[in-house]
């Protein structure tokens, strides 16, 4: 799709010009922001995203204290997708030093991470494996589908 607050403005223009069929979207589509600039034009879109869930697991329950002190403000999947990605990174430089294929290798083949999103590793293909949600989105709000 597109960046975070052009989401909605495509929903926005979909709507507008008859766009009727099934819109699917990432993780970004969800948004808060989208949902300000199109609640009724997101109805029924779907798709998949990074959840963050603060009782997933003793990490995840960290840093949803540690941002809401800081930040006055409940922890959201975009801050924990940030986090998640700053601490592997830093796990990695430390573990392997600050040469990018030093970093990349250990990342390809460390096994059992476990951060604020919960478990996660890598595959063959070089792209993160971890557990997602499916959403919809019913009166301008995100439902969780099972």
Request: charged share 25%.
């Amino acid at each position: 799709m597109s960046n975070v607050t052009e989401t909605g403005h495509v929903a926005n223009q979909l709507r507008e010009v008859g766009v009727k069929s099934q819109v699917y979207g990432p993780t970004f589509a969800t948004s808060p922001n989208n949902l300000k600039i199109a609640p009724e034009a997101m109805n029924g879109w779907k798709g998949v995203r990074v959840m963050f869930d603060p009782a997933r697991n003793d990490k995840a329950k960290a840093f949803a204290e540690a941002y809401q002190k800081e930040y006055n403000a409940p922890a959201n999947s975009f801050a924990a997708f940030n986090y998640e990605t700053t601490q592997l990174l830093a796990q990695a430089i430390k573990a392997a030093g600050d040469s990018p294929e030093a970093v990349r290798n250990y990342l390809l083949s460390a096994k059992n991470l476990s951060g604020v999103l919960g478990d996660l590793e890598f595959d063959a293909d070089r792209s993160v494996k971890f557990e997602l949600s499916r959403w919809t989105v019913v009166d301008g709000k995100i439902v969780g589908l099972k």
